[in-house]
């Protein structure tokens, strides 16, 4: 990709575009959760059955983000980031007239189509505008937005619900999309790669097919309620695509995602870990505004106010988690984080009526402080170990395994919930179902750790700081 020249007036506007795209992505991310029981009553949909409108978001995203860069390179960075804006702004009006489910689900893919090249697209505009050394200083300026957005968010999206309607969740993007809009097309530098570069579309569609039909299977076991025949087929049929798609990508020039990667040990361990210790963190923003809405009893507005805490306790340990990591080492750091994160999210099955506010505000926020000093340990010990010329594509694949494991988080939470939910229950027995649900989702979290057990002790403490959050 050519190197762009920028005029100080773009250097200077360019990392707000690409920052305000960033909240607009994650503040959509976090802002959703809390207004979906009010939504499930307007669509006249079960409220512990609206994981489908979460799912889409996450799935269309980790589908997009490997051909991210690829359409950049081959259609310029100007149109593509400007279209995706428009495409994201576009999504958010047609999930505010949204009639029904279905429509809702549909509006968040093409939502999501935006979403997913937005952030990508702007990081890797950055990367090529800016000279190594203002590089660092840059993104961090740009990850500023990505902690506000899930500090607000909830609390925003329960005020909105409480006091206007579900709809200004997606309305308030539209003004921030046209500024953008216009921004994009007056400052984005137009980037593209002088080289046609080729993409292995085959494999993009084995793994996405895998990611999609495995993702579905387990929607099928909660929401769309499917005969499990049918679950295990589409099981099968994902696995059977997953496994073309490594032996393929192992004798061709330039996979997707090439197997050498995880020739790498601590990057085949970070891989797996993050899929399968990210389940439970995934379910957290999904189940918990249900809980405190549909069988506590809190209002949106209660309920949004009382995620602040995860946000805060995560934002607290951030500066601590390096020095933490160095001092006791990748592996001591993941095993013991895991298996306190496991409990505490199982910790959750206690929380009843009777549960005291400073208690519950208490346990959310240790579970944000270890939650991010997991995402932080688990996001540097991935990439630490791969070199310079395959830590794009190690950077691009953890990225995917990142929503991927989000997504099935929340599906898995869903089927749990569904499964254990009897038809027609109120009162306790749903919130039985919620605690039963809380502890599968802890002990799935739990039994991550015996993966990070296969990482070398020996392993250099001191790494490059690396955070994708």
Not at 161 to 168: L, N, Q
Request: net charge positive; aromatic share 8%; glycine share 10%.
């Amino acid at each position: 990709m050519s190197q762009a020249v920028l005029d100080a007036r773009t250097a200077r506007v360019l990392p707000w575009l690409v920052a305000i795209a960033f909240f607009m992505q994650t503040l959509d991310g976090t802002i959703l959760n809390t207004a979906l029981p009010a939504m499930a009553r307007d669509l006249a949909e079960d409220p512990l059955r609206m994981q489908g409108v979460v799912i889409a978001y996450m799935l269309t995203v980790a589908l997009l983000i490997p051909a991210s860069g690829w359409v950049a390179d081959r259609f310029g960075s100007r149109r593509i980031f400007f279209s995706a804006i428009l495409l994201f702004t576009l999504g958010s009006l047609l999930c505010a007239m949204s009639t029904s489910f279905n429509q809702l689900v549909m509006s968040r893919v093409v939502q999501a189509i935006g979403g997913a090249l937005m952030l990508p697209v702007g990081r890797l505009v950055i990367l090529r505008a800016y000279p190594r050394s203002e590089f660092v200083r840059v993104m961090t300026f740009i990850a500023l937005p990505g902690m506000v957005g899930p500090l607000i968010g909830p609390t925003l999206g329960g005020w909105l619900v409480e006091y206007a309607s579900w709809h200004w969740i997606f309305l308030i993007n539209l003004p921030v999309g046209l500024i953008g809009c216009i921004a994009a097309f007056r400052f984005m530098p137009d980037l593209k790669s002088a080289e046609r570069m080729r993409f292995d579309t085959v494999g993009f569609l084995l793994f996405g097919g895998a990611m999609v039909l495995i993702t579905i299977a387990l929607e099928g076991l909660g929401e769309m309620q499917m005969p499990h025949a049918r679950v295990l087929l589409l099981v099968a049929v994902g696995s059977a695509c997953l496994a073309a798609y490594w032996l393929r990508a192992g004798h061709i020039d330039s996979p997707l995602f090439s197997p050498a990667l995880f020739h790498t040990r601590s990057f085949a361990v970070g891989i797996f870990g993050n899929l399968f210790a990210r389940l439970g963190s995934g379910a957290l923003p999904f189940l918990l505004p249900l809980l405190l809405q549909i069988a506590l009893g809190y209002s949106p507005a209660q309920a949004g106010m009382s995620m602040i805490p995860l946000a805060l306790g995560a934002m607290f340990i951030k500066p601590l988690a390096k020095p933490l990591i160095d001092r006791l080492g990748y592996r001591r750091i993941l095993i013991g984080n895991t298996l306190l994160l496991g409990t505490l999210i199982a910790s959750l099955a206690t929380i009843d009526g009777q549960t005291p506010t400073v208690l519950l505000l208490a346990q959310l926020s240790l579970i944000g402080m270890v939650n991010s000093m997991q995402f932080t340990a688990m996001n540097t010990v991935t990439l630490v170990g791969l070199s310079n010329q395959n830590a794009s594509s190690g950077n691009s694949l953890l990225s995917v395994v990142v929503q991927l494991s989000m997504s099935l988080g929340v599906a898995s939470a869903g089927a749990l919930l569904g499964g254990f939910t009897v038809p027609g229950a109120d009162g306790a027995a749903v919130l039985e179902a919620f605690h039963l649900t809380f502890l599968c989702i802890g002990a799935m979290s739990m039994l991550a750790a015996s993966l990070f057990f296969q990482l070398d002790s020996k392993q250099a403490m001191v790494a490059r700081h690396i955070d994708t959050e």
